[in-house]
């Protein structure tokens, strides 16, 4: 039973495994908690608004991101390892970022005079040997990542603002509603 109490011993000192959660909770805490809050909040505005998302949906991205890896010649469980990720914690932000998709994503459109003047800004930064349409469709998606960014941002912030949030134990929120600190 020693080790569920000690977690290592120096020299005969132990470090206890409360020791160990309690510099941890020091150190990102605050991180954790609003993490798992902004998760809980954008779970139950997925259940709110009647949105779901199958399975199939999150295994197809979940093959694509393993594809992607693979064909750089990366191992797919050891990069999980060494984020400190499982395959079900890759599966629950896939299904938390899709519903964001589905939540946030549902007006952003991209001009085709937004993507000709992006193409004319950054000329210089794009890549010269992409077909037209290939580039178009790049800066398109880029386009669209910038404005779902922004919206995301926004309706985080709302949905924050709306709920009722209440913390206990060691976290205190600031007084502008933005970070939690230690106490």
């Known amino acids: 039973?020693?080790?569920?109490?000690?977690?290592?011993?120096?020299?005969?000192?132990?470090?206890?495994?409360?020791?160990?959660?309690?510099?941890?909770?020091?150190?990102?805490?605050?991180?954790?908690?609003?993490?798992?809050?902004?998760?809980?909040?954008?779970?139950?505005?997925?259940?709110?608004?009647?949105?779901?998302?199958?399975?199939?949906?999150?295994?197809?991205?979940?093959?694509?991101?393993?594809?992607?890896?693979?064909?750089?010649?990366?191992?797919?469980?050891?990069?999980?390892?060494?984020?400190?990720?499982?395959?079900?914690?890759?599966?629950?932000?896939?299904?938390?970022?899709?519903?964001?998709?589905?939540?946030?994503?549902t007006d952003i459109e991209i001009t085709e005079e937004e993507i000709d003047q992006y193409i004319e800004d950054n000329a210089d930064f794009l890549p010269e040997d992409m077909e037209e349409e290939e580039l178009r469709e790049m800066v398109k998606e880029q386009l669209s990542q910038q404005q779902m960014s922004g919206k995301y941002q926004q309706w985080a912030e709302d949905l924050r603002e709306e709920a009722n949030i209440q913390y206990f134990g060691q976290y205190i929120q600031e007084e502008d509603d933005s970070a939690l600190m230690l106490q």
């Open 1 to 105: 039973f020693r080790g569920l109490v000690i977690a290592a011993m120096v020299n005969g000192q132990p470090i206890s495994r409360m020791k160990i959660r309690s510099e941890a909770e020091k150190m990102q805490g605050q991180q954790v908690l609003d993490k798992l809050v902004m998760e809980a909040l954008i779970e139950q505005k997925a259940r709110e608004k009647g949105v779901q998302i199958s399975d199939e949906v999150i295994q197809t991205q979940l093959d694509e991101i393993k594809q992607n890896v693979e064909e750089q010649g990366q191992d797919f469980e050891q990069l999980l390892a060494m984020q400190g990720m499982t395959l079900e914690d890759l599966r629950h932000q896939i299904k938390l970022q899709q519903y964001v998709d589905a939540l946030v994503a």
